[in-house]
């Protein structure tokens, strides 16, 4: 039976960034470009108008004799945004135009609506309307064509956290998927005939399935993305099933039914469906059934497979201290760059001794004057939730250690987003 350590060194060996893969730009948010996004088109396509106005020629303007005249014009056309029209604009002649819309031929600027001289026409088509804008300057409210990038241009770059914004730019130049990597997906199954859906009430010998709901969520926690798969009955037929879809995803979570007991039959159906053993059981408590392995996927990075224990907070240890770190390596951390390594604290209180394995016992942290400390909180095994509930921190015992007592010197692993949110509400 191998520690920790080793177990860690080994999930750390076996993990395998994931591929990029091509998702729909809505669904990139928040994930991380690897390619370039190319613009097919010049940004704006053409000279557009920014105001609802009077496409006009500068000339016009130009002649007037000072900034108190009035130029009156011929109004021959409208154009509406996504319209066009044919007509060549000469001097004396106007054109009613709104905002986005394309600049005739022969305009060269844009006089807004609220230029137009009271008392004058409304400026519509086969009218005069009389014009005073003492702040005319050339090309005014004209958006030149690709003043804002042109086509070819890259307007995004590879390695780009993407936002909202970017999602947009994507849409504009025509790009409706883009390369990212993406989160994994983590597959969760869980295994056991005494288990029914948590909206059920349990009957003699059923308990309610915790563990599905607490791992999704504990997943979604690491930006990951879970796909819980419901419940295996303790039958091979039935764990197969489940399993062979599972081992689509970049990571399977199966809890319950890696024991030695007669009904304990997810490491030998694993192996029958391909899957190498790495471990099977770690010198720790709670956590000591846990079982690791490995699918090669044709054309897919390999599938890292875990089989934690069904007890609830055995489960939710292991998590914590093996699949959180495989995510991270599966995302490109390294262990060193991933929060939530062992820390040293100073106890408040005291605790009693472990026995042939390292107890990982619920505590608080609290980040105090001079460092950490550390309480150790009632607990009451591996099914007691609600201790687990109270803590922010595991408590490190290590195998055959005495007690330890107020102010000694004490190893612990913060559960990484309760102690951040703690330490951030302070």
Not at 175 to 192: F, L, Y
């Amino acid at each position: 039976m191998i520690d920790v350590v080793e177990a860690l060194r080994r999930v750390e060996k076996a993990a395998v960034g994931s591929q990029p893969r091509r998702v729909r730009i809505e669904n990139a948010v928040g994930m991380q470009l690897r390619e370039d996004v190319i613009s097919d088109t010049d940004s704006p396509p053409w000279h557009r108008s920014m105001m609802d106005g009077f496409a006009v020629l500068s000339s016009d303007f130009a002649l007037a004799e000072d900034d108190k005249q009035v130029v009156t014009l011929d109004v021959v056309a409208e154009i509406g945004a996504g319209e066009t029209t044919a007509i060549i604009l000469k001097r004396g002649q106007c054109i009613r135009i709104m905002t986005g819309a394309p600049m005739p031929t022969g305009a060269d600027a844009v006089i807004p609506i609220e230029r137009v001289v009271p008392g004058s026409s409304d400026g519509l088509t086969g009218e005069h309307v009389s014009l005073h804008d003492s702040h005319f300057r050339f090309g005014q409210h004209v958006s030149k064509k690709a003043s804002f990038f042109h086509k070819g241009q890259t307007v995004i770059h590879s390695g780009v956290e993407l936002e909202p914004v970017h999602i947009g730019l994507a849409a504009e130049v025509g790009v409706s998927h883009v390369t990212v990597n993406a989160p994994p997906r983590v597959s969760i199954i869980t295994t056991g005939n005494e288990l029914i859906s948590d909206c059920k009430i349990p009957g003699k010998g059923q308990i309610r399935n915790t563990n599905e709901p607490m791992l999704a969520a504990a997943v979604v926690r690491c930006g990951a993305e879970p796909i819980p798969m419901g419940i295996a009955k303790d039958h091979a037929e039935s764990l197969r099933a489940l399993m062979a879809q599972g081992l689509a995803a970049d990571l399977l979570l199966l809890s319950g039914g890696v024991s030695a007991g007669d009904y304990d039959l997810v490491p030998r159906t694993l192996e029958k469906m391909g899957v190498e053993c790495i471990f099977h059981k770690v010198c720790m408590k709670p956590g000591k059934p846990i079982w690791f392995g490995v699918f090669q996927r044709p054309e897919a990075s390999p599938t890292l497979v875990f089989g934690l224990p069904g007890n609830p907070v055995s489960a939710l240890v292991c998590f914590e201290l093996f699949v959180r770190p495989a995510l991270g390596l599966i995302t490109g951390q390294s262990l060193e760059m991933q929060r939530g390594s062992h820390l040293t604290a100073r106890l408040v209180g005291s605790v009693k001794g472990s026995g042939d394995r390292p107890v990982y016992h619920p505590c608080h942290l609290e980040l105090a004057e001079g460092g950490f400390l550390a309480e150790a909180l009632p607990w009451g095994g591996s099914a007691d939730l609600l201790g687990l509930s109270r803590a922010n921190g595991l408590l490190v015992l290590p195998k055959n250690c005495g007690d330890y007592h107020k102010g000694d010197s004490v190893e612990v692993v913060p559960l990484v987003s309760r102690f951040r949110y703690e330490s951030e509400r302070c």
